[in-house]
Structures are given as C-alpha cells and as structure tokens.
C-alpha cells in the first residue's frame, strides 16, 4: 500500500507578523503534532501491508525539518514543495499545490491530519480530494484495507460509523487514533540517507498563486469577565448562570 | 445585489440547532436567503429554515446523501451555486459541513474562511485566534461565492422568517462521485462523548480525596448534554480513575466550552490541558489554588457539598 | 589451571568490552584505594558487618604468606619460607588473624541466620554459606596444622601464637601427631586450591575485582554521567548507543558485574525497592552478571560475530531499568565501589536512542525538551513570567556585559507554580543583598539533565553545546543555580562541552551573604524546620551545610530525619521520574514525606524544586498541615519585608 502523508510545518509559538500573516521563517517550528498520527497510521498500515510511505510538505526553507522528522520515524521518502511566491498561500493554493504534488506518483491513500494545529481550517484535505477525484473520509480512527478497497471507522459525535470505499482515497486521521511513534536516534541517523525531492511551483506546473484573503486588523479579545472569586451561597447560582450563559445546559 | 446560501444540516429530527444559527449570520447581509438541505428530512425541515429566515430552501430527500456523507453534497451544492450564483456560501464549522465546504472550494475556486464568529457581508468576516485572545478581521477577495463557516453557539437562532419556498432538487449523483459508503453506525450511549469532544469538561483532581467522589461528577455530567468526565494527574496517579481521564501535559488536551475543575490546584502540568476552555469554573477550598486565578469563575468552598448542589440546581431549572 | 581457564573466560568478556577513560588523577585513585579498600572504609558504614568483613579481608592478606609456607611444607616438612618461617612477629600475626578470621566466619553466620537482614533477599545464599566453610576450613586447618606442629615441637616460636599453643595441647605429640601434622597440611591446600577453582565462577572472584574496580570509580562527583559523544553526520551503521548487548558494556561496567558480592547493601537503601517496586541495584547488578557470564564463553570464541541476547527484557526487564530515581544511594553503599547508576543509564540510552522503548507518558517531556527546550513544553518566552511585579531584575541580552552571577532559574523555576515562588524568593534576596547578577531568560534552556538521565543522550548533547555557546559567548564566569539537577550539570557535565564556569547552588551563595552580614534576620520564620538533602545537591555533590547554615540563621529551630546528609532517602523525581507514572506499594515521595512529618516539623525546607513539588503533593495527598518551603523562601521570610 503506498501511501502519501500530508503534513505541515508549525510555527512552535504561533506569532503574527507586522502583515498579519503567521510568522514561519525564522522561528522555530516543528512537525504539525497532529499530522503525527495521521504518520503513524501510514507507518503501521506500510509495515503490515507493504508500500512506501512518502511525505509532502509545503512551507519554507525550514519546512524540510518537519520532512527529517516524519522520516525518522519511518517514511521512506519526502517531497518538499517550497517557493517564495507561496508566502501567506491560503487554503486554496495550499490545496491546488499539495494536490499537484501528489498527483505526479500513483499512490492507493493520502493521509493527513485533521486540521493544523496553527490554523484549524481543516479543508485542505477535501480540497485536495476533489481536485484530484477521489472520495474522502475524515476524523478517521482506523483503517483496513478489504477487498481491494478500504474499511474505515470515522469518529462521530455520538460513536463511530463504518465505511467502505474504494481506493485511492484521502483520509485525515484524529488525535488518539494511534500512538505516533518517537524517533529513535537511529531513525534520525537514518533519515539523512533518504531522499527529500524539492519541488518549485514550476516544477509542480502551477502559475497562479493569488491569496484572495487578507486580515486587515488584529486587535485584543475584549477582556473576560474573568477572574472572579466567589463563595458561600451565590456559588450554586453563578456556577449554573454560567452554564445557561455557555449554552451547555 | 446576490444572495446568500446557507448549507444546512438536516435529519429526520429536523434542521440542527447551528443551521439556523446560520441563517441568523444571514439575516445580516439584507439579502435574500437561500437554505440548501440535503438527505432524509430535508423537506419536513424546510418550515423550520424558513421560520428562521431561508426565503428559498432547495432540498431533497434522497438517503444517497445520508449514504455517503460528502461528496455527493458538494456535488448537487455545487450545481446550485452554479445556476443561482449566490455570492456567499454559509457553513457550520462542524465536521460534515466542513468536507462539504472544502470540496465546494475546488470547484469553485473561491476562497474559504473557516472558525469565523461573525460575518458582516459576503466579503468580510470576524474569528477569534490565539485561544481566543486575539480577533482578527478578514477581507474575503477573489471570485464569487465566498465561503465561510461559522463556528457553532456564535450567534443565536432567531426566528421571524415567513413561508420558504421549496425546490425540490434533483439527486442524480453520478456513480463515481459518490465517494465512501457508509455501512455501519455505531452509536455508544452509555460513554457519552469523548473527553476532546465534549462541550462541557468536569474534572476532578486531588482534592476528591478518592474514587468515590467521582461519582458526584459523574452526577453531575449526567445532567448536562454532551459532558464527559475527566481528571488531573494527581487522581490519575492515586489510581482513583483510569489514565484515559487525564488531562494535562501528560494526558488529553482539552478545549470545551465549559470546563469545571473540582478539586484540582491547577499546576501548569494541568492548566496547560484546559486553558483553552472558553470558559472556567473551578471549585477549590484552598484560596490560594492557582487555578482560582486562572478561572473565569472561582468558588472558594467544599466541592463535596457544591458539586451535587450544582447538579440540583441544574436539574430543578430543567423541570421548570 | 582451572582457575585460571575459567577466570579466562571472564578476562575474555572484560577484553572485549568498550574501553573505559579511568586513570586520571592516580593518586585520587590511589587514596581512595588505600581508604576503600585497605581501610574497608565502605563496609564500617555498617559497624558490625563491617569489622566482621575487616577481620576476614585482613586476615586474607595477611594470611597469603602461609599458603607459600604450606606449599613448602607439604614437599618437605621442615621447608619453610625464608625469614618468616622463622619470625614471632609473624606466627603471632598468622594466629591472631586466623582467629579474627574464625570470629567473622562466625560473625557472618550470626548475621545471615540469626538476625537475617532483609538485604540479602535475592542473594545466593547457598553461595555464601560455602564460601564461609571454606574459609573456615582454610582458617582452621592453618590452626590446626600449626598446633600439630607445636605438639611435634617444631614450631620456631610456640608461645608466639597463643591459640595454636592451646590447641596443641590436643595432640599427644607422637606418631598419630605427625600423621594429622601431614593431613593437616595438605588438607589446608587442598581446600585453598579448591578455593581458586571455585572463585571464578562464585561472587568471591571479587575478592580479585574488587581491587581494580574501586580504583577504577569515578573520580568526579557522583553525580556526573560520562558523555557518549554521538556525530548524526556519521552514519556508521554500528554507532554505539547504550548498552544493548554484554559486548556494549564498557569494563568498568563488565568489572562492576563481576564485583558484586550480593551483600545487598545496595538494595537496602534503594527508593525503589522500598516502596514495592521491581528494581534492586543488586538483583540488576546480579542479573546482568548471570548473563554476561553465560555469554562469556560466545564473546571469547566468536569475538563480535556472534548473536548475543539482549540485556533488557532478557536479564533484567524493561521496568526495572526504568524505575530508578538515580539517587546513588546504592552507589554510596557499595563496598566494591560499582556504580549501578551509570549502567543503568546506559541500559536506558540504548531502549531510547536505539529503540524508542520508554514509558510513553515521558514522551511529552522529551518532546517538550526538543522543541520548546523545556520539560514542560511551555515556550521560551514565558520564562520571564516569574519577574512580574519584580523590580530590576536584569535580562541578559546579547552583546551586554556579564554580570557577577548569572542566576540560572531552570525550567521549574520558570515554569512550576509552585517552584516559581522559589525563584522570586532567591531574586528578592539577592536583590536585597546588592548582588550584581542577571537571568538569561528565553535564551535560557533546559540544561538538558530529564533528558540525559532518560538515556537520550544526544538530546542532552545539543542542549548542552548550545547553552555553553550562549554561556560563553555571553562572558559569563559564575552561575549560580537554584535547583540541584541544574547545578550538578552545569558543575560536573558542561566541562566535557567546553563549558567551564563556577558553578555554586543558591544556598551557597545566600549562605555567604548570609555570613558577610548583608541578610539579616528579622524574625524568625518557618516554626520548627526539617532539611530534606536533595540527592543532586547532597550525596552527589557533597553539599549538606550550606543549606543548614541558612536555616540556622533564619528559622526558629531544627531538626534533623533520621535519613539525612548522604543517608537522605530521595523525593522520587530524579532519572526523569517526574514525568514518568509511579507503581509499587507506596510513592517515593509519600514515604519519604511521612518521614519528614514523624519529626514533628512544622516546616519541611528543600533545596531543589522537585523535592519541593515532589513534597508538596505528598503533603496534600496526606491532607497535612505541615508546610515545604525552600530555604531561600524561607530565608526571604526572615530577612525581607
């Protein structure tokens, strides 16, 4: 089973810059937490069925740390799509890119996280999906594959629903479905022999990068009602107007 | 001047709650309001999305969108959005609304906004970042419709619309945009939601004094939609409840709309777990627990008596 | 011959081991061998056995001539060896050590079935009771065959030897006499011969590695851990990452296994072992020999090509290694000097580096250390959090000028609710005090030690390189520390990085200011105070007075635990167990809490953040009212408004 993992490059304190826009070069940054169980479930799928795990990423120079990571746990290779002209890439062209990478190479299953841990949009995937055809399922807890497709367990609000689909399809995987592995030094030894191809948007054929959205102020949360002590008999009623107020109950 | 399109999730109980929350974002823009619901219960929602304001409601019944959640969804969205041409598209910020959206925006190719809190016009939106100690105001450029989904519980639903007029839509979804079938549901009712999930967190830390005080929590959770129980570290390590209840540095993040501590001194292991609750109560009888400074709501006090007090309180004005 | 092939075997394992780096400072070596080993300085940590062993371990030594005369006398019967065959001096000394020697054989007895110290559980006990025998025979067929001799009237000086005197009285003196006189003599080598052959294969082949091995010990500081430089760019294949196998373990280690008497005193002081856990310094150190020694014979004949069994799980499994706290208090009580600690972490640097097998709750530490570079996975930013509401607290920036002392705050400084009280108390002083000192602040990072004492060992590595570059691009020369796992590292294991600065904790520092009359006490704080000794600033360090001398002058009255100084039983954090869940019987920090509050203190003073935090929580778990506060807290309490 040859898999594709999406994965991103995260600030490790998410700060904005004077244009608004977060902050990605010259901080530090790491592997999306939440693309590593996305990873993990590749790993064990790869190691119980066979296939190649590769990794794609967009982001800058220091975007390729995030790549050594995910190959140290095990993927076998790594595609980096970084180009000057994605700074601020949105959804859309994040999606347009990723789609474009993954396309060049035949692959049965592309995994991804279930939103970035910087951004929480958590679209990309699907994006991604429909631009290449394919069917989708998301906040995925595990996967088998079956009869020449897949069967997956999807978490829902009130339990878990059990699909079928064909394969290739994109999945995005939840926090806690699988315990992402840590690298051992020796994987990170490892890592530096394997391949990491470093694409451009030429290279990947794609022209029109235009952002079409743009924060134009930042400004303070109004500050919380917070910090309030109480005691004795206006305890119960407080704590229960609260909770009527949050729509809880 | 265009219109909007509200996506509106639909079952056989009727709309949900955030679909007509969308439709009171919509209200706002002064232009007239279409509801696109698809799958079982679609039509027998249409009254209710037109009380709350859909003008139109274009629906259709077919169990193909209940079958296979997402793509079929997009596919009959997006032939809508390329007859009518509405200018903007509104989603809920849930997990299904989601994938509908992100596939509406490769067809489209128009831009998406996703966690907003408020939308003014189909150009410019409002969300919240930084765990809510920022607000940031969005331009939304590019070609029509924008999209943007709106988190749920940021507005209230509000009625005042009239009659909406129905349009019966044409399922024909081709085979192969159909995508994952669903085959199983599985429903866990004794669990209740999972701790990352629930909307409301009650935890309890050392200050229970042992396992049994967990059951005036788990009372208390019992009184509320969509509460899970959890626990600091110092109760996970007493062995008082079972690892999967922590929170913490070394356990589950958890960002719930309201997130009770009973019991719990909020050292930063712990606080680092919850802080993104949007609200917190905490229940401590020690003054100088650092987690009363860090909640929204601190009570000084016996959590033995005021937790099952709370639960009553809760109960009594849910009878009423 | 027997003896010899089968020590060879052992030799062999002790060849192919890593090279070990212990033969600086010969004479620090060489004192420690005389006091340690000659002076059996270790064993009188325990009054009885020790004098038991002392008279056993001298009497061997002085007893080894005799077996040279016995060897001459089995061939002739008047052959003896020249000039002390024939001096008083040395037939008093041969019957009165033989003597000593009968009364620690019987010493020995007495301890090991009558009073049955819980030590020795796990020992080889069979093992023991024949070696003593041994002895025994050896001792007293001496006697014996001395007596005869005395009988015979052959002896040079009878009334020289007093015991053997009284014995001849025994022997009639004639043809029977000199029969047993005979018997005696060879009955007296066989037994030594039979001795050697056995040594090898028993624990009493320490008697020949106990030696070495007590003058291979660490000369620095127990608290300092040898590096294992590891080069990422290298990318040999076989990079040594820990102890994997019996041919990882370098021959000090190797020495170490082969040392170990199963005596136990190790296991008696262990935490662990004391609140129900699996590890017993002793079990680990005999599991580990058991199997390199049956693998002993595969090293010496296939010498690298061979397949050999994994230490963990195969000799001692995986929780065991991992439920140490890294105390020492096993290495403190060793007479034969092993240094369990540091094969344990060995142990440890191979499951995480080679094999990412740990307790997964430490994960979020280690990830914590890697990306943000702190335990708590909090960014650098909010180190300077604890300053709010202080005045003049100076943040070192690049490019500004070093100031006297860097005040090194630690991650828990930084981050820990509780520890950040500590940090503002030790500002205040020092503030008040008129130091010149400064703080890093988010340059500062995480020295690297959870990391480090995990096994992750590169990990520690480019923490450490890179605070020295920031260290020492910043000029600094003094720092001063406020927790005992930073000082250790920043004093004992930054030298091996290019990183050599004064390192001093902050009750050394608050205790000279103290002294020099610039924090005088104004009340006295605290009520009736107990010191808990932090292991990594006490027994690892050797710094037990400062602190007492800080709270000599600021709190009302002292009391010490029984358990203190060297002897302090740990507050359960160290070895990364902070991070990691605790199982057993009892908690580590429980127990030793309970032990504190038995005093009566009103107070509990620590010196390191994890005790304090470790000490707290068992306070509130036990509901009590008694109080821990760090001693600069408390210090601040009684010299500050």
Redesign the interface.
């Known amino acids: 089973m040859d898999v594709v993992v999406c994965t991103k490059y995260v600030p490790?304190?998410t700060t904005l810059g004077p244009d608004h826009l977060v902050v990605r070069s010259g901080v530090?940054g790491?592997l999306d937490?939440g693309d590593e169980y996305g990873l993990e479930l590749a790993l064990q799928l790869t190691e119980r069925h066979g296939g190649e795990v590769a990794v794609v990423s967009m982001g800058p120079g220091e975007a390729g740390t995030a790549i050594q990571r995910a190959l140290a746990m095990g993927a076998q290779r790594g595609i980096h799509v970084v180009d000057p002209a994605l700074r601020g890439a949105d959804a859309l062209v994040t999606s347009r890119v990723l789609a474009a990478a993954i396309g060049r190479a035949p692959f049965d299953l592309v995994v991804a996280g279930v939103e970035s841990t910087d951004g929480y949009t958590g679209t990309v995937p699907v994006t991604v999906a429909e631009l290449l055809g394919l069917p989708s399922v998301t906040a995925i807890r595990s996967l088998e594959p079956s009869d020449g497709g897949a069967r997956i367990e999807r978490m829902t609000e009130g339990g878990f629903d059990v699909y079928e689909t064909p394969l290739p399809v994109v999945v995005t995987v939840t926090a806690g479905a699988v315990?992402p592995?840590?690298?051992?030094?020796?994987?990170?030894?490892q890592a530096?022999?394997k391949p990491i191809e470093r694409a451009s948007l030429a290279d990947l054929g794609i022209d029109d990068v235009t952002t079409t959205q743009r924060v134009t102020s930042v400004s303070d949360a109004p500050a919380k009602q917070g910090g309030e002590v109480v005691q004795g008999d206006e305890a119960v009623p407080r704590i229960v107007d609260l909770l009527a107020e949050a729509k809880v109950i | 001047m265009g219109d909007a399109f509200v996506y509106a999730e639909v079952s056989a109980e009727g709309p949900k709650p955030v679909a007509l929350e969308l439709l009171a974002h919509a209200r706002g823009f002064g232009m007239p309001v279409a509801a696109v619901a698809l799958g079982p219960g679609a039509t027998d929602s249409a009254r209710a999305l037109g009380e709350h304001g859909a003008g139109t409601v274009y629906a259709s019944d077919d169990p193909v969108f209940a079958d296979h959640p997402d793509r079929p969804a997009a596919h009959v969205l997006a032939g809508l959005v390329a007859d009518h041409a509405p200018d903007v598209v509104l989603f809920a910020q849930t997990y299904d609304s989601r994938d509908v959206a992100g596939r509406l925006q490769a067809r489209t190719g128009s831009t998406l906004m996703a966690n907003a809190t408020a939308v003014s016009d189909p150009r410019h939106a409002r969300a919240e970042i930084f765990g809510g100690t920022q607000v940031v105001e969005v331009e939304l450029d590019g070609p029509s419709p924008t999209i943007v989904l709106l988190r749920p519980k940021s507005i209230a639903a509000e009625r005042g619309g009239g009659d909406a007029e129905v349009v019966e839509v044409d399922a024909d979804v081709p085979d192969d945009v159909r995508g994952a079938r669903v085959v199983e549901r599985h429903e866990e009712q004794a669990s209740g939601p999972r701790l990352e999930d629930a909307k409301v967190v009650i935890a309890g830390g050392?200050g229970l004094g042992g396992p049994d005080a967990f059951a005036l929590l788990d009372e208390l959770a019992a009184s509320i939609d969509g509460a899970a129980v959890g626990a600091s570290r110092?109760a996970?390590?007493?062995g008082w409840v079972p690892?999967s209840y922590q929170i913490g540095?070394?356990g589950k993040t958890v960002k719930p709309e309201v997130y009770v501590a009973a019991g719990i001194?909020?050292?930063?292991?712990h606080a680092?777990g919850m802080k993104g609750a949007r609200r917190i109560v905490a229940i401590n009888k020690d003054p100088d627990a650092?987690i009363l400074a860090m909640a929204d709501l601190g009570v000084v006090g016996d959590l033995f008596q005021l937790v099952p007090a709370i639960t009553e309180e809760i109960r009594r004005r849910r009878g009423s | 011959m027997l003896f010899w092939r089968r020590a060879g075997a052992r030799l062999d394992v002790l060849r192919s081991a890593r090279p070990a780096a212990r033969t600086d400072d010969p004479a620090a070596r060489t004192r420690r061998e005389l006091a340690d080993v000659f002076g059996q300085r270790k064993l009188f940590q325990k009054a009885v056995p020790g004098l038991m062993h002392a008279f056993i371990f001298w009497g061997f030594l002085v007893l080894l001539p005799t077996i040279f005369e016995a060897m001459l006398a089995a061939i002739d019967r008047d052959w003896t060896l020249p000039y002390l065959g024939h001096a008083a001096w040395f037939a008093f000394l041969q019957d009165l050590f033989a003597t000593l020697v009968i009364v620690g054989v019987f010493t020995a007895f007495l301890i090991r079935k009558v009073q049955r110290p819980d030590r020795f559980r796990g020992s080889h006990m069979e093992e023991a009771d024949l070696i003593l025998l041994l002895i025994l025979g050896i001792v007293s067929t001496l006697l014996l065959w001395n007596a005869t001799r005395i009988a015979l009237g052959i002896a040079d000086h009878p009334t020289a030897a007093p015991v053997a005197d009284a014995l001849s009285s025994l022997f009639a003196g004639g043809t029977g006499t000199e029969v047993l006189e005979r018997v005696f003599v060879w009955a007296h080598l066989l037994l030594v011969f039979g001795f050697l052959t056995y040594l090898p294969k028993s624990k009493h082949l320490h008697i020949i590695t106990a030696a070495p091995n007590v003058y291979l010990a660490k000369n620095q500081p127990r608290g300092y851990l040898e590096p294992l430089r590891?080069d990422?760019?290298s990318?040999d294949a076989d990079?040594h990452?820990g102890a994997a196998v019996a041919t990882d373990l370098s021959r000090k280690e190797v020495l170490d296994l082969f040392s170990c008497t199963e005596c136990g005193r190790c296991q008696e002081v262990c935490p662990a072992w004391n609140t129900g856990k699996a590890l017993s310094p002793k079990l680990l150190i005999m599991d580990l020999r058991d199997q390199v020694a049956a693998e002993a014979p595969l090293i010496a004949s296939a010498a690298g090509t061979v397949e050999l069994q994994p230490l963990v799980p195969n000799a001692v499994e995986d929780q065991v290694v991992w439920d140490c706290v890294t105390c020492g208090a096993c290495v403190r009580e060793c007479p034969v000097d092993i240094e369990h600690v540091d094969t344990i972490v060995d142990l440890r640097r191979n499951l995480?580096?080679?094999?990412?097998r740990?307790p997964?709750?430490a994960?979020?530490?280690?990830?914590?250390v890697e990306?943000?570079e702190n335990p708590?996975?909090?960014?650098?930013?909010a180190r300077t959090e604890w300053t709010s509401g202080l005045d003049g607290i100076r943040i070192l920036e690049p490019g500004d000028p070093p100031p006297e002392y860097l005040f090194w705050v630690g991650c828990a400084g930084a981050?820990?609710?509780?520890a950040k009280q500590t940090t503002r108390s030790i500002a205040r002083l020092l503030a008040a005090a008129g130091v010149d000192f400064a703080i890093l602040g988010a340059r500062e990072r995480c020295t690297g030690d959870p990391a480090r004492r995990m096994g992750?060992e590169?990990l520690f590595q480019m923490l450490a390189e890179a605070n020295v570059e920031t260290l020492s691009g910043a000029g600094v020369t003094t720092i001063v520390a406020s927790c005992a796992h930073c000082f250790n590292t920043l004093a004992n294991e930054y030298p091996d990085y290019g990183g050599s600065y004064e390192v001093i904790h902050h009750t050394e520092l608050l205790s000279r200011l103290q002294r020099d009359g610039l924090l005088p006490a104004k009340r006295p704080a605290g009520g009736m105070v107990t010191y808990h000794d932090a292991c990594y600033l006490g027994r690892h360090n050797g710094r037990y007075d400062a602190p007492r001398d800080v709270l000599a002058g600021a709190v009302r009255a002292t009391r010490e635990m029984e358990r203190n100084r060297e002897r302090s039983f740990c507050c359960g954090a160290g070895g990364a167990r902070m991070?990691m869940?605790?199982g057993g019987d009892a908690?580590i920090n429980d127990t030793r809490f309970a032990e504190a509050e038995a005093t009566g203190a009103d107070t509990v003073a620590t010196a390191c953040p994890y005790c304090f935090v470790m000490l707290d929580?068992a306070a509130?778990?036990a509901g009590s009212a008694t109080r821990v506060a760090d001693v600069a807290t408390l210090l601040a309490e009684s010299t500050l408004d």
Do not use: C
């Open positions: 490790t304190e530090d790491m937490p315990e592995r840590y690298p051992s030094l020796k994987g990170i030894m530096k022999q | 050392r110092a996970v390590d007493a690892y540095q070394t001194s909020g050292a930063l292991q680092v650092p | 590891i990422l760019a990318a990079v990452l995480v580096m080679a094999e990412s740990f997964r709750e994960e979020a530490m280690l990830r914590g990306q943000q708590w996975g909090q960014p650098a930013s981050f820990d609710e509780r992750h590169y991070w869940e605790e908690r929580d509130k778990a």
